[in-house]
């Protein structure tokens, strides 16, 4: 069981917008630690996407994008393409564990 | 470039101990802290532990405690997780992180490729 909660899976059709969520608690998100999302594309190590929330590392596209409010945090990918498809997942860190924690990861499949 | 290669694919029985490497290029080694990660089947990614390659200093998480023990060589920029007394519950992919800015960020900028470790009899 995952310290934080994702959707096991989401879907969208090309060019369309989808969300993935990240559910907290008080103990790491809901106390002010960031959130990373990272992307692991099928066969490859997952990469960094976003971090401290809302931040691009250079090379992402700005067609990705995170947000975060209160104890849960979202990724949203926009104008949705193939190459999309795989698995994402978010990162914080839990004071009461003092451990760095992620979501179970959600697939995004592109229809 | 940055890049982080792990040692390969590791079968072990219950009750081994296993190894695995994580060699780093393209970066000053001792500028920053490598982490320990695994995702066993079908789970979410669980954090192991750290080292910071300069001091040798260690973390690591509470469950592991007493039979985790991370190591580093400088001299050829690699970082080892040593994981012993290994049961069917240690079977997983490990990966191993570079933590951006160095410490501190919580964020893990770069990671390795993964290795399986298996524990089957």
């Known amino acids: 069981q995952s310290v934080l909660t994702q959707p096991p899976s989401v879907s969208g059709a090309p060019g369309q917008r989808v969300t993935i969520s990240c559910a907290g608690r008080?103990?790491?998100?809901?106390?002010?630690?960031?959130v990373q999302w990272y992307q692991q594309l099928p066969g490859t190590a997952p990469q960094l996407l976003i971090y401290r929330n809302n931040n691009r590392p250079s090379g992402v596209p700005d067609r990705f994008s995170g947000s975060k409010s209160g104890t849960s945090a979202s990724l949203a990918i926009t104008g949705l393409q193939a190459e999309d498809e795989g698995d994402y997942y978010c990162q914080s860190f839990d004071i009461s564990l003092s451990a760095w924690v992620f979501g179970g990861g959600t697939k995004l499949t592109v229809l | 470039q940055v890049q982080l290669v792990q040692s390969g694919a590791e079968v072990k029985e219950p009750g081994a101990s296993v190894k695995v490497s994580c060699k780093a290029s393209?970066?000053?080694?001792?500028?920053?802290?490598i982490h320990w990660v695994r995702q066993a089947p079908g789970q979410g990614h669980e954090w192991v532990g750290w080292?910071?390659?300069?001091?040798?200093?260690?973390n690591y998480a509470q469950r592991f405690q007493g039979r985790l023990t991370m190591t580093r060589d400088t001299s050829i920029s690699t970082a080892y997780m040593d994981l012993s007394r290994l049961t069917s519950d240690d079977t997983a992919i490990y990966y191993c992180?570079?933590?951006?800015?160095?410490?501190?960020?919580?964020?893990?900028?770069?990671w390795g490729q993964g290795t399986l470790v298996t524990v089957s009899s």
């Open positions: 992180l570079r933590e951006k800015d160095g410490s501190g960020s919580l964020i893990a900028d770069y």
């Open positions: 008080s103990s790491n998100i809901g106390t002010g630690y960031d």
């Open positions: 393209g970066y000053t080694f001792i500028g920053y802290f």
């Open positions: 080292i910071n390659p300069d001091s040798g200093d260690t």
